[in-house]
């Protein structure tokens, strides 16, 4: 049976290494459980992946020595993988490169940042990728980048000469694809928490008043957290 690996990529939440830039306003250890709370709702969305599709679920992790962190975050059935490197480009291509070599049919690498991603986003990804021949599928981020990566080989030149963290990431993605004839499918655009105003989009959208994200995931954890904190993002 195909079984495709889904990772999240992942910094293990501690407190003042987690979420810097949501952390300068809503505080250290508040930004790193709002990680935590990320984590495990991304974590949800990839086990609500129906199991007859064939999936596993990976945290690529980083630092070292997190493991145990990893392991109360994550479902008993997901795997681990240190990141490899530091350089975005780096973490994303021996990623993909490991889970490939490790049997699966696709890879599907997905932000940590995105608590209500829908699985329904996930579920078309792998279907998109088990059509024949080579392709891509990319989930380009409000932002600019992207939220998911899906691929059935790891073509190194995705990753390269990438101004990592700018607006042109999903757009610098697609001409690359290009660039070597990779067919490439786009999804539904979707966005990361990544500081206070997407805040507020997530707080929006789990009260039922977002005008942009609808018919995401419902974020148990994360939506637990921010209702018994609800000074936060205010």
């Known amino acids: 049976m195909s079984v495709a690996a889904i990772g999240i990529i992942c910094k293990a939440p501690q407190p003042g290494r987690s979420k810097t830039r949501l952390a300068t306003a809503i505080g250290e250890v ?6 935590a709370c990320f984590l495990r709702d991304v ?3 990839i086990e609500a992946v129906p ?37 975005l480009g780096h973490v994303l291509f021996g990623a993909t490169r490991a889970l490939l070599d490790a049997g699966h049919d696709s890879v599907l690498l997905v ?26 599928v990319l ?3 409000s932002d600019g980048g992207y939220y998911l990566i899906g691929l059935k080989h790891p073509h190194k ?8 963290g700018t607006e042109t990431v999903a757009r610098s993605t697609c001409e690359r694809a290009a660039e070597i004839g990779l067919a490439a499918t786009q999804l539904p655009e979707w966005y990361d928490v990544d500081d206070v105003e997407t805040l507020r989009w997530l707080q929006e959208e789990l009260s039922g008043h977002s ?13 637990a957290f921010l209702n018994a904190a609800p000074q936060i993002g205010s």
């Open 43 to 45: 974590a949800a969305a």
């Open 111 to 136: 932000n940590g940042d995105s608590p209500t991603l829908p699985t329904r986003l996930l579920v078309q990804a792998v279907e998109t990728l088990r059509e024949p021949g080579d392709r891509m």
């Open 139 to 141: 989930g380009p981020a």
């Open 211 to 223: 005008t942009r994200f609808r018919a995401g995931g419902f974020a148990p954890a994360s939506r």
């Open 157 to 164: 030149h995705l990753f390269t000469q990438i101004a990592w």
């Open 30 to 35: 508040a930004a790193s459980e709002l990680s």
């Open 51 to 87: 199991e007859a599709l064939g999936r596993r679920g990976y945290g690529v992790y980083a630092p070292a020595g997190a493991e145990h962190i990893m392991r109360q975050l994550l479902p008993a059935g997901f795997g681990l993988l240190l990141q490899a490197g530091d350089d």
